[in-house]
């Protein structure tokens, strides 16, 4: 993978075929809230089929890997425990190599976050009277006022404060929800403190990741450009952006280096196929992929042609990330993604069309 994308990569093999290993996000790219997305089953069955690993890699610390394995086996998609990687494992390892053995962790999080600790040899407590070693937060749906502010009592005491991630959102069935990062906001405003972060897009993510799996070529294959696919970008591996999450097509055309996926695809049938190539079309900053032609214009992108919408996005891509250079595109897509019938996000963050 380059460190300065400019054009979204082509495969002439299925990707399921030119990598050994999915490392699958899955709030945004498997399901949302207890819903599998559209075709995402379906998809990582035949994956599986044609001998691709699979390997669901999360930054929502609030359930076991136990538990997000049954949940993904109801859903149609077999899973066991041991391949599920969550951002509680990640962080419980951070706190490890830092406090002694058997040491009280002030936790505030759900029971992924419990079970990682006590794998790791560590005790979760409650209390900021507990004379905790380390502060931990994790997301959970059920982390109120009291906890919160036991945490800023430890942190206020200099107690070492850890955060499994920082993911602002989380998407659900029902649109956008606060995530792990807004609850440590208010940590933060409490005490002044910075946390040290485990998870995407951090290296502690990406070191658990690989001991976990031991994916030789592996591929990431998420929804978020800052953590999902930063994460791929600082992990030196490629990436898959699916449409189905947070991330929107229009902040993919502004994207700067370090948020630009390898590929991208609606949805997680991208794992299936071959991916188009995207090249220049004779013009200075013009791109084609498929029927569709982009170039950057007098401060806007332009698009000309027909063809498969996902194509369309591709040369945009092309365009878009070759006029910014190292930085982010300001021109305006408005028009060129209208065409595309990808101008409106939908529900829970996914672009329309």
């Given at each position: 993978m380059t460190t300065h994308r400019t054009v979204p990569d082509g495969?002439?093999?299925p990707l399921d075929q030119a990598y050994d290993t999915a490392l699958l996000d899955l709030d945004g790219v498997v399901y949302a809230g207890g819903d599998a997305i559209a075709h995402a089953v379906d998809s990582l069955g035949a994956a599986r089929g044609h001998g691709m690993h699979l390997a669901y890699v999360t930054n929502n610390a609030a359930r076991t890997p136990q538990?997000?394995?049954?949940h993904l086996?109801?859903?149609?998609?077999p899973a066991e425990a041991s391949e599920v990687i969550t951002s509680a494992q990640a962080v419980a390892r951070l706190i490890a190599d830092q406090v002694p053995s058997g040491a009280r962790v002030l936790t505030v999080g759900g029971e992924g976050l419990v079970e990682a600790l006590r794998e790791r040899g560590l005790r979760p407590v409650d209390s900021a009277d507990d004379d905790p070693a380390a502060v931990v937060q994790g997301y959970s749906p059920k982390v109120g006022w009291e906890q919160?502010?036991?945490?800023?009592?430890?942190v206020n005491r200099g107690v070492p404060w850890f955060a499994s991630n920082t993911d602002l959102t989380i998407p659900t069935a029902r649109g956008k929800a606060p995530g792990n990062g807004a609850l440590v906001e208010v940590v933060r405003i409490a005490t002044g403190a910075t946390p040290q972060i485990a998870g995407k897009p951090l290296p502690p993510m990406h070191r658990e990741t690989v001991i976990r799996t031991g994916a030789e070529r592996p591929l990431v294959v998420g929804d978020r450009l800052d953590t999902d696919i930063e994460g791929a970008h600082a992990g030196g591996v490629d990436s898959l952006l699916v449409l189905t999450g947070v991330a929107s097509a229009a902040q993919l055309l502004a994207a700067p280096p370090q948020h630009r996926p390898t590929y991208v695809d609606a949805d997680l049938r991208?794992?299936?196929?071959?991916?188009?190539e995207v090249v220049a079309a004779g013009g200075e900053g013009a791109y084609r992929c498929g029927g569709w032609t982009a170039l950057a214009g007098d401060g806007a992108l332009l698009l000309d042609g027909q063809g498969e919408p996902m194509d369309g996005l591709r040369a945009l891509c092309a365009a878009a990330w070759t006029a910014a250079g190292s930085g982010t595109c300001t021109l305006d897509a408005e028009k060129a993604l209208a065409r595309l019938g990808l101008s409106q996000p939908g529900p829970g963050g996914r672009v329309g069309g």
């Open positions: 495969s002439e093999q538990a997000v394995a049954e086996t109801r859903l149609g998609v919160l502010a036991e945490a800023a009592y430890a991208g794992l299936l196929t071959p991916q188009p």
